[in-house]
């Protein structure tokens, strides 16, 4: 069965960075389509971005430009490397499997599973 984890969040100063991982037990990561997500205190969860199987991405708005994400399946991992962090990135991410293509803007609406979720802080 999928489980996911992620790990590398913590505390960033503004236009700082962060890589978080995504990393994938029970299958082979190259097989699906994995998602980034978040949700901040208080707010709905939003879709962060996605990459396909054949490495196809797409972003949220906010986040494109400053975030990439990628895989690397000899490490049935996901990355996500966010550059020039700003306070309002602050949240937990959680990645996930998306219920759409990443070439669709339904991607971003759910996931099929979620990990447990990394605290992600930009602060001063």
């Known amino acids: 069965q999928l489980q996911l984890v992620e790990s590398g969040g913590g505390l960033a100063q503004p236009g700082g960075s962060l890589r978080l991982s995504c990393v994938a037990s029970?299958?082979?990561?190259?097989?699906?389509?994995i998602g980034w997500f978040r949700q901040a205190t208080g707010k709905e969860r939003e879709g962060v971005s996605c990459?396909?199987?054949?490495?196809?991405?797409n972003y949220g708005d906010s986040v494109k430009g400053r975030f990439t994400i990628s895989r690397d399946n000899a490490r049935n991992t996901v990355y996500l490397q966010m550059n020039s962090l700003k306070p309002e990135d602050t949240a937990v991410y959680y990645c996930?499997?998306?219920?759409?293509?990443?070439?669709?803007?339904?991607?971003?609406?759910?996931?099929?599973?979620w990990g447990p979720g990394t605290q992600v802080t930009v602060s001063s």
């Open positions: 990459i396909s199987i054949s490495n196809v991405t």
């Open positions: 029970g299958v082979t990561l190259d097989s699906y389509v």
């Open positions: 996930g499997v998306p219920t759409a293509s990443c070439l669709s803007s339904y991607w971003s609406i759910n996931s099929y599973y």
